[in-house]
């Protein structure tokens, strides 16, 4: 079972103040480098490695919390249907070409280049 720390930052002049629950606060200056910090603080603390450990940093943005989730899930979405778009392009090209039309002709119908067609079917 893996152990999860849940870590409060908050902004202040000099960077982030990270909260980790009741244990204590530490800071860095940016975010991308609190996992590491509240890792290392935590070692400090307790004279153990913390490598296994995860690390939930959740940035106070005065409101903005729920739109930064909303825009990741978006972004998480559009991927999948990017990678199903793909699977679906590559298997309908693969089937054109299987009826026997030309590559110039698939192409065409899928409005696509030549050579993607080519990749496509490889």
């Known amino acids: 079972m893996t152990t999860t720390y849940t870590v409060r930052a908050v902004k202040w002049s000099g960077g982030w103040e990270l909260h980790i629950g009741d244990i ?3 800071q860095v ?3 991308d480098k609190a996992a590491a910090q509240v890792r290392d603080y935590l070692e400090t603390l307790h004279d153990k490695d913390m490598e296994g450990v995860e ?3 959740v940035p ?3 409101g903005l919390e729920k739109e930064v989730v909303a825009s990741r899930r978006e972004i998480s979405e559009a991927a999948r249907a990017q990678r199903h778009a793909a699977e679906r392009s ?4 693969r089937e054109l070409r299987a009826t026997g039309l030309s590559v ?3 192409a065409a119908v899928l409005g696509i280049s030549r050579g993607r067609v080519s990749q496509l079917v490889n």
């Not at 590559?90 to 090209?93: G, L, Q, S, V, Y």
Request: charged share 20%.
């Open 55 to 57: 690390i939930v940093v």
């Open 29 to 31: 200056r940016t975010l």
């Open 24 to 26: 204590g606060v530490t």
């Open 104 to 106: 110039t002709d698939t």
């Open 90 to 93: 590559r298997a309908i090209a």
């Open 60 to 62: 106070e943005l005065n």
